[in-house]
């Protein structure tokens, strides 16, 4: 493990894009014709795992799809890549089941069933999906399982499903098998699809803030491939929430595992378990629900690691454009601070609009840095506000010893150095070095 002086500057980190040279090809499509739906604006998830068992992490790419009345003959689907070696990739998508035709959010990979075969579960603004390793091969077991997710009905009565973001995997009781918590954003149909406007005159994507929002969900594992949906007695049923980012830490050390669920323009909730498999939602006293001025943030993207060397968790938080990154630190067992401008990366953070968030220790020093995915939702926005842009640049910030974050990206290769929309991250070691 390199020794870095934290007055010394950062090491050399350099990413390089290997994009064309891999074998992938993938292209993400949204389904656009012209009438800006807003989940146009947020598609675009990735899952690494190592879907044969060969010891090599393999890429799934979540993909949007046709919209009714506009089917096309050859609909677009998720992708999935097999890892060759050597930063090789096959596209198995067929082969593994996996063309299948649905509007993507986010994806989570575990072995739920404990046959020793990664499964894979699927949110969509639609019926989610439940999709069963067997062997290589992945097998529809949504409704055999239960976890295709709720429903809601408009004023008059018509019910649509609900629309899933991002999930997790999380053994919440500690009997052995994966339960699943689920979140869900706000209540849309294209029939519901609301007309707002960045520039008084041209449509633009609507804002969650039009809608009224949804419960996560969440489902207990029996064991014998059934789920039972348990957001009322786990106490995880909030209407509230309009849900972009879910991840699970035993915050407190007590040996149980909390939920930390961010959320767009409502406050994030923090789930703490009672250890019986119910949880508290502490987030305004823990100091997480909303930022120092008490306001409600765009949260999107959300990561959890020890920051400082000494085991304080910190909560990441990617957010809208002019909120900053959330840099939620534990001060004391349920109290965090956001030391954002403390750590020196609220500045940086600003303007961009980060969708996707994670820790990494890129330089293997030992302590964790941030990565950032940015990219705004309106292709026009640069006429409105001329210090923003719709393709933004991907962010990579050093951790200095605990001591605080430098921005590195523009000393980090030719893979921060183009501007993406970016919506998804995901990291892991592809080549195995």
């Not at 979540?62 to 089917?71: I, K």
């Not at 767009?264 to 019986?276: A, C, E, S, V």
């Not at 430098?406 to 980090?412: G, K, L």
Request: glycine letters at 14%; charged letters at 25%; hydrophobic letters at 35%.
């Amino acid at each position: 493990m390199p020794s870095v002086d934290s007055a010394a500057g950062p090491p050399a980190i350099r990413f390089t894009d290997v994009t064309e040279s891999s074998g992938i090809d993938f292209v993400h499509a949204t389904g656009a014709f012209g009438e800006k739906l807003m989940p146009e604006s947020l598609t675009g998830g990735a899952v690494l795992f190592d879907y044969d068992g060969d010891g090599r992490l393999d890429i799934l790419f979540l993909n949007g799809t046709d919209w009714p009345g506009h089917e096309t003959p050859d609909p677009p689907t998720a992708r999935l890549y097999r890892n060759l070696g050597e930063m090789g990739f096959a596209d198995v998508t067929a082969k593994a089941g996996l063309d299948i035709a649905f509007y993507g959010m986010g994806g989570t990979a575990a072995d739920y069933d404990g046959d020793g075969d990664t499964d894979l579960h699927l949110t969509s603004v639609g019926d989610n999906l439940l999709l069963r390793n067997d062997q290589g091969r992945f097998v529809d077991v949504t409704s055999t399982a239960g976890v295709g997710g709720g429903r809601w009905e408009t004023e008059q009565g018509v019910s649509h499903p609900e629309w899933s973001t991002a999930a997790a995997w999380v053994d919440v009781d500690r009997d052995g098998w994966l339960d699943l918590f689920v979140g869900n954003y706000v209540q849309w149909s294209p029939e519901t699809d609301l007309f707002t406007s960045v520039d008084g005159v041209n449509k633009s994507y609507a804002t969650p803030s039009e809608y009224r929002g949804l419960t996560s969900r969440l489902y207990r594992n029996l064991g014998d491939g059934r789920f039972e949906e348990v957001t009322d007695g786990a106490g995880v049923n909030n209407p509230d929430g309009k849900t972009l980012g879910v991840a699970i830490a035993d915050y407190d050390r007590d040996g149980d595992p909390d939920i930390i669920v961010t959320n767009d323009t409502q406050p994030n909730f923090l789930y703490k378990n009672r250890g019986d498999g119910t949880f508290e939602d502490i987030a305004l006293t823990a100091g997480v629900a909303y930022d120092g001025a008490g306001r409600a943030r765009a949260g999107m993207g959300v990561d959890v690691a020890s920051v400082d060397g000494e085991g304080s968790i910190g909560i990441a938080i990617g957010n809208f454009s002019r909120e900053s990154l959330s840099l939620y630190v534990q001060s004391f067992e349920d109290l965090f601070v956001d030391f954002a401008g403390k750590k020196r990366i609220a500045t940086p953070t600003l303007l961009p609009l980060t969708f996707g968030v994670t820790f990494s220790d890129v330089d293997l020093d030992g302590y964790q840095d941030i990565i950032c995915v940015n990219g705004h939702l309106e292709p026009e926005i640069n006429r409105v506000l001329k210090e923003i842009s719709y393709r933004q640049l991907p962010q990579l910030f050093w951790n200095q010893r605990g001591t605080g974050y430098v921005d590195v990206s523009a000393e980090s290769g030719d893979a921060f150095g183009r501007p993406i929309v970016g919506r998804g991250l995901a990291y892991g070691d592809l080549d195995g070095d």
